[in-house]
């Protein structure tokens, strides 16, 4: 019994985030990220987490996922990304901190296809290529194309789950990971994948401005059941898989450009 409850208290800590990849008036995340980074004072900030998770407690987060969405609904729970496609990815921007997951809404209305983009800071990189970001839908597979695309699949999400059960749910728009923290996880090879599978998780009461720009009204009742990843370097059906790793959530520690 304590180690349940142990487990259910773990779930309850932060991990990730991300951004919007464009201007949007209703969040005021240039004013937000500067305030992150004066208090921190430290410029890593929109990619360093430093958060890990146990093993039971990604299990706990994916089966909430299946829980809501069950196999009959017809969604798929992980989506992965090949090692030669993210070393094409990064070699477009050499010196970038890490990257950008979006959440796309691509061949399904609710469930999200993953877009993955370089970043420097809070920002995203596209260099001189017009087809700088790398997608992957359960349909289409993986495939490059261009920020035009991404504001259109990531906008279609954003105004799903901006609307979506917003007294049980906070949005989560994108999550931050610095290439340090997936080199952890990636081992080297052509011929592993990187895989992200999705996860429901609880907010702790200290997480909440992490996931949101302005503070709560007194009479507005604000979600705190998240998207999250498990990130996994091999198969998530490999049972020797031992490290799980998050990063920082979007909108808060994004700019939108």
Same mark, same amino acid.
């Given at each position: 019994?304590?180690?349940?409850?142990?487990?259910?208290?773990?779930?309850?800590?932060?991990?990730?985030?991300?951004?919007?990849?464009?201007?949007?008036?209703?969040?005021?995340?240039?004013?937000?990220?500067?305030?992150?980074?004066?208090?921190?004072?430290?410029?890593?900030?929109?990619?360093?987490?430093?958060?890990?998770?146990?093993?039971?407690?990604?299990?706990?987060?994916?089966?909430?996922?299946?829980?809501?969405?069950?196999?009959?609904?017809?969604?798929?729970? !992980?989506?992965?990304?090949?090692? %030669?496609?993210?070393? @094409?990815?990064?070699? #477009? *921007?050499?010196? +970038?901190?890490?990257?950008?997951?979006?959440?796309?809404?691509?061949?399904?209305?609710?469930?999200?296809?993953?877009?993955?983009?370089?970043?420097?800071?809070?920002?995203?990189?596209?260099?001189?290529?017009?087809?700088?970001?790398?997608? !992957?839908?359960?349909?289409?597979? %993986?495939?490059?194309? @261009?920020?035009?695309? #991404? *504001?259109?699949? +990531?906008?279609?999400?954003?105004?799903?789950?901006?609307?979506?059960?917003?007294?049980?749910?906070?949005?989560?728009?994108?999550?931050?990971?610095?290439?340090?923290?997936?080199?952890?996880?990636?081992?080297?090879?052509?011929?592993?994948?990187?895989?992200?599978?999705?996860?429901?998780?609880?907010? @702790?009461?200290?997480?909440?401005?992490?996931?949101?720009?302005?503070?709560?009204?007194?009479?507005?009742?604000?979600?705190?059941?998240?998207?999250?990843?498990?990130?996994?370097?091999?198969?998530?059906?490999?049972?020797?898989?031992?490290?799980?790793?998050?990063?920082?959530?979007?909108?808060?520690?994004?700019?939108?450009?």
């Amino acid at each position: 019994m304590k180690n349940l409850l142990y487990l259910s208290i773990l779930s309850l800590i932060a991990i990730v985030s991300c951004d919007n990849p464009k201007n949007v008036e209703k969040v005021k995340t240039t004013k937000t990220i500067n305030a992150i980074l004066s208090a921190q004072e430290n410029a890593d900030a929109c990619t360093d987490s430093g958060y890990q998770i146990y093993l039971q407690t990604a299990i706990m987060w994916e089966g909430s996922w299946r829980t809501k969405f069950t196999p009959e609904s017809g969604t798929r729970q !992980s989506l992965n990304f090949s090692q %030669q496609n993210i070393a @094409s990815l990064k070699s #477009l *921007i050499p010196d +970038s901190d890490g990257i950008r997951l979006y959440y796309c809404l691509i061949s399904s209305n609710e469930t999200p296809s993953l877009a993955m983009v370089n970043i420097k800071g809070c920002d995203n990189q596209y260099g001189a290529n017009n087809d700088a970001i790398l997608f !992957s839908d359960p349909i289409k597979g %993986q495939y490059f194309e @261009s920020s035009d695309t #991404l *504001i259109k699949y +990531s906008t279609k999400w954003e105004v799903y789950i901006d609307n979506f059960n917003p007294g049980v749910h906070s949005p989560v728009y994108a999550y931050n990971y610095s290439w340090e923290e997936l080199a952890n996880t990636i081992t080297p090879t052509d011929t592993t994948e990187f895989f992200v599978t999705y996860g429901l998780r609880a907010l @702790s009461a200290d997480e909440y401005d992490e996931y949101h720009d302005e503070p709560a009204k007194d009479d507005q009742i604000m979600g705190s059941i998240v998207y999250c990843n498990i990130i996994y370097g091999d198969d998530p059906n490999n049972s020797n898989q031992q490290y799980f790793n998050f990063a920082r959530p979007c909108p808060i520690y994004c700019n939108p450009n």
